[in-house]
């Protein structure tokens, strides 16, 4: 179960969007199959757990009405100009049923090949999945301590957690350790990540 625990009550039509914020409260709605429930969120709650970093793959408890739901954030809006939280909009789930999110990717480690002068580039930040709730994770780490140069992490090298499906098409690259242009210059042999994408399909 999540360990964030958010305040909430029902938010009645008639109340005015920008009082609710002057009020500390943030207007919300919580949703799923087709049911929507209007309801406010405590505002500083909402700002510390923002101010930490947040996704589609975190689990969230929303009280209200003398009831628990769980949910994750699926879109929220910003102000332009100073970027206060406006709206937030909470999917909820329902334990038993997959569902379909992003999880971040979190590269863990020094790479081998930095140290020996290579370049990490990354292409890929986050991975679209459906997975049962009990299987989510804040964030899928991916260990890149051993990559020399040349080397390239594919979606399909990473270890996703049980009964979870990557709904992006095809293989694509996460990352790869490149071979610097003076490196290449001097007749280093380089394996593209193309090359190497062809030899894995």
């Known amino acids: ?79 332009p100009v100073n970027d206060s939280l406006l709206h937030v909009d909470f999917f909820r789930i329902t334990y038993g049923e997959k569902i379909r999110t992003n999880i971040p990717l979190v590269l863990v480690g020094k790479a081998a090949g930095i140290k020996e002068g290579g370049v990490l580039e990354i292409f890929l930040h986050e991975l679209e999945i459906e997975t049962f709730p009990r299987f989510l994770k804040p964030q899928l780490d991916i260990d890149i301590s051993a990559l020399k140069i040349g080397d390239t992490v594919f979606v399909a090298d990473i270890e996703l957690p049980p009964e979870t499906k990557v709904l992006n098409e095809g293989n694509p690259i996460i990352c790869q350790i490149s071979v610097p242009a003076r490196m290449t210059s001097e007749g280093y042999e380089e394996t593209t990540a193309e090359e190497k994408k062809d030899t894995k399909d």
């Open 1 to 79: 179960m999540p360990d964030i625990v958010i305040t909430a009550e029902e938010r009645q039509a008639n109340e005015n969007a920008s009082q609710l914020r002057k009020n500390g409260w943030i207007p919300s709605v919580i949703s799923s199959h087709g049911k929507t429930t209007n309801i406010k969120v405590n505002a500083k709650q909402m700002h510390d757990l923002f101010s930490h970093g947040i996704s589609e793959s975190m689990l969230i408890d929303v009280e209200y009405g003398g009831k628990k739901e769980t949910a994750f954030i699926k879109d929220y809006q910003i102000h």
